[in-house]
Nanobody, 114 residues
Framework: QVQLVESGGGFVQPGGSLRLSCAASGFIFSNLHMSWYRQVPGKEREWVARIISTGAGTNYADSVKGRFTISRDNAKNTMYLQMNSLKPEDTAVYYC???????WGQGTQVTVSS
């Protein structure tokens, strides 16, 4: 059974940091390219970052470039999103996405506010 479980969301003040995790099971994690997306109520889901299966290549949306870092540990079947210098506009539900399987996690809420 394919599962993607996000964790690590929460409430943080502007300028703060959070690290999100996406734990994968039920498939060969190291074979898949993975992404993080985010969504604000009433808006379309927005792509944030992508990492290829080996971890050797990454891409970022302009809005998070230089502040967020995507990574993965294939031995632990886990992907991460380190988020630094958070801004109120980063507030959203964050989802992980397994590309070739077209599967989503359930999401984790990130709220940035003073």
């Amino acid at each position: 059974q394919v599962q993607l479980v996000e964790s690590g969301g929460g409430f943080v003040q502007p300028g703060g940091s959070l690290r999100l995790s996406c734990a994968a099971s039920g498939f060969i994690f190291s074979n898949l390219h993975m992404s993080w997306y985010r969504q604000v109520p009433g808006k379309e889901r927005e792509w944030v970052a992508r990492i290829i299966s080996t971890g050797a290549g990454t891409n970022y949306a302009d809005s998070v470039k230089g502040r967020f870092t995507i990574s993965r540990d294939n031995a632990k079947n886990t992907m991460y999103l380190q988020m630094n210098s958070l801004k109120p506009e980063d507030t959203a539900v964050y989802y992980c996405y397994a590309e070739q399987l077209r599967r989503w996690g359930q999401g984790t809420q990130v709220t940035v506010s003073s």
